[in-house]
């Protein structure tokens, strides 16, 4: 079962019966979005500073509990608005709990690399064993299966390698938090999502326009067709710019919420029936669709680092592989 099913499901047990069953449900899934509150491992803290900026100025409280004792903001359905008119502050710069979950991740990621580096500098002799061979291999996996045939270009492969790596390992870690017991997904915020496809965008089409020039980008936007054609491909291709990092975005953000959302569908199945003959079919799908999301973690992690992968090729086309040939005739 993932950690937000646990932990609502916690919760839910406490006020079993405070909720009708008809709301049972509905109040589960609340629980699936980003909260002001830091939640880990059963516990919640209200610790998490919050960063407002809004008519002209900046508002910094200690936590939201200091904030609404403030009077001048309130949380409402989890977003912070004006106690006044209800509207939101122009800007909420505020750490949330995703955002921690993020953190998370990426110190993760960081002391893997860090541990299995110091081992290979300790003896670079000695075959990779445990950690270290793990990420080898994921390492020469991504080189050779992802990156290299579709930039097809070595120079541009050692340079954008730690990138997708790192973004890989990023969102695998992120999906499999997820996972444990009183953990979180920060993946199934359209927010965290977002960001890594932003990322990507800027990838994407900085690399094109730096390889081939604001020109030959310009150029790519008649998409091969003849010049005449341009008042219709323009605007197709520059709407292409935008519906790739707009598929990533919520590819990756359905997938990882859908889990949670039939795993804590089934299991307030039985708090909504209130009945214990519904507990075994329950607890029963719930496990496949855990299993399922495990294998899910990686897929997703791995498609949305071959798509930009992918449509980091497309941007460039034969550009980058040509300008690697020239340079090794030149040298030859």
């Known amino acids: ?65 200091a904030m609404e004792q403030e009077g001048e903001y309130r949380i409402s359905k989890g977003h912070i608005v004006r106690a006044t008119d209800g509207a939101s502050p122009a800007l909420d710069l505020s750490v949330t709990n995703l955002v921690v979950f993020q953190w998370i991740g990426m110190l993760i990621v960081l002391a893997l690399f860090f541990v299995a580096g110091r081992r290979y500098r300790r003896d670079p ?30 120079r541009l492969v050692r340079q954008f390698m730690p990138y ?4 890989f390992l990023f969102i695998l870690v992120l999906n499999l938090l997820g996972l444990l017991p009183g953990m979180h997904t920060a993946t199934g915020a ?28 310009l150029h790519h936007l008649l998409g091969g067709a003849p010049a005449y054609l341009a008042p219709i491909m323009v605007p197709i291709e520059i709407l292409g710019l935008f519906t790739k990092p707009f598929a ?21 199945l039985i708090f909504y029936f209130r009945s214990i003959f519904v507990a075994p079919m329950s607890v029963g799908f719930s496990i496949f669709i855990y299993l399922l999301e495990t294998l899910v973690c990686f897929l997703q992690a791995y498609i949305f680092t071959v798509l ?3 449509f980091v090729g497309l941007a460039l086309g034969d550009h980058a592989h040509d300008h690697d040939e020239h340079h090794t005739a030149v040298s030859l």
């Open 164 to 167: 997708f790596v790192g973004l």
């Open 248 to 268: 990533l975005t919520v590819r990756l953000f359905a997938n990882m919420s859908a889990g949670h959302i039939i795993l804590l569908s089934l299991i307030g």
């Open 190 to 217: 359209i927010g965290t999502t977002a960001a890594l496809a932003i990322t990507a965008f800027v990838v994407i089409n900085g690399l094109a326009i730096r390889e081939i020039g604001i020109n030959g980008w």
């Open 308 to 310: 930009t992968a992918v």
């Open 1 to 65: 079962m993932s950690s937000t099913a646990t932990d609502t499901l916690a919760t839910q047990h406490a006020h079993a019966e405070e909720i009708p069953p008809g709301q049972v449900i509905p109040h589960l899934l609340q629980e699936l979005g980003d909260h002001h509150e830091l939640n880990i491992a059963f516990t919640t803290s209200d610790v998490l500073p919050v960063v407002l900026y809004d008519g002209g100025r900046w508002h910094f409280y200690r936590n939201a509990h």
């Open 125 to 154: 002799l000695m075959p990779p064993r445990g950690l270290q061979n793990a990420l080898e291999a994921i390492v020469v996996y991504i080189r050779d299966e992802v990156v290299r045939p579709n930039l097809r270009s070595e």
